[in-house]
């Protein structure tokens, strides 16, 4: 089985606050995706990342920054948070970008607060 | 720009009830759709994947069906109970430059027992 772990369920952290998410997936995927769900807006894909330092931004990079220095791992960076990064982050990996048969696996989720 | 949208945004059934998920995109030039299950404050769990070129799949008591075409796809849940109680979404990932997968906002299921 995919196992895609996000290294906190909850967090909390004040405004202005560097914050780092921290995703690892043991699968040997390629892919590795970076996405925020709020009420009513579904999920947003922030930064994708295809290889070991390849990234792409999402739709709604600002505010953000990532880094890929090994396959199994991907990281969301949130450079001086603020109150509206409050919300669910959620992690995803898939094992190849051109296959129609490619499935993407998410983590748990983190519930980030930013008060 | 494709668009994904899942109506209705909730649903309440009694046990034992069969039913339809709807799932409605506005651009055909798509890889795959794909149906995920989300508990509350949980992540996604895949479902089923249906490939551009295929018409349905099945796993156990779900059945997915894509006409590209009409750009629609339904989930089918039959002899629903409330272990299926969830936010049901889908997602197509399409042809474009980059590499996404676009989600609707999804259907919340509600089985009562």
């Known amino acids: 089985d995919v196992k895609v772990t996000q290294s906190s369920r909850y967090l909390v952290k004040r405004t202005g606050e560097k914050v780092f998410l921290e995703c690892v997936q043991d699968?040997?995927?390629?892919?590795m995706f970076w996405y925020r769900q709020d009420p009513g807006l579904g999920l947003r894909l922030i930064y994708f990342?295809?290889?070991?330092?390849?990234?792409e931004k999402g739709d709604i990079p600002e505010g953000y920054s990532v880094s890929r220095e090994k396959k199994e791992r991907f990281s969301l960076i949130l450079e001086s948070a603020s109150t509206n990064q409050t919300s669910m982050y959620l992690c995803?990996?898939?094992?190849?970008?051109?296959?129609?048969?490619?499935?993407?696996?998410f983590g748990p989720g983190t519930r980030l607060t930013v008060l | 720009k494709q668009e994904v949208t899942q109506i209705p945004a909730a649903l309440s059934v009694p046990e034992g009830e069969n039913l339809v998920l709807n799932c409605s995109f506005t651009?055909?030039?798509?890889?795959?759709l794909q149906w995920f299950r989300q508990d509350p404050g949980k992540g996604l769990t895949s479902l089923l994947l249906?490939?551009?070129?295929?018409r349905e799949q099945t796993s156990g008591r779900l059945n997915a069906s894509l006409d590209k075409s009409s750009g629609r796809s339904t989930l089918y849940i039959a002899a629903s109970q409330p272990g299926d109680s969830a936010t049901y979404l889908c997602?197509?990932?399409?042809?474009?430059?980059?590499?996404?997968?676009?989600f609707g906002t999804g259907t919340r299921l509600k089985v009562l027992a």
């Open positions: 995803a990996s898939s094992i190849r970008i051109l296959e129609a048969a490619d499935t993407q696996y």
């Open positions: 699968m040997d995927h390629e892919n």
């Open positions: 990342s295809y290889d070991v330092k390849m990234k």
């Open positions: 651009d055909s030039a798509i890889y795959n």
């Open positions: 249906i490939q551009s070129s295929q």
């Open positions: 997602a197509v990932r399409q042809f474009s430059g980059t590499y996404k997968y676009i």
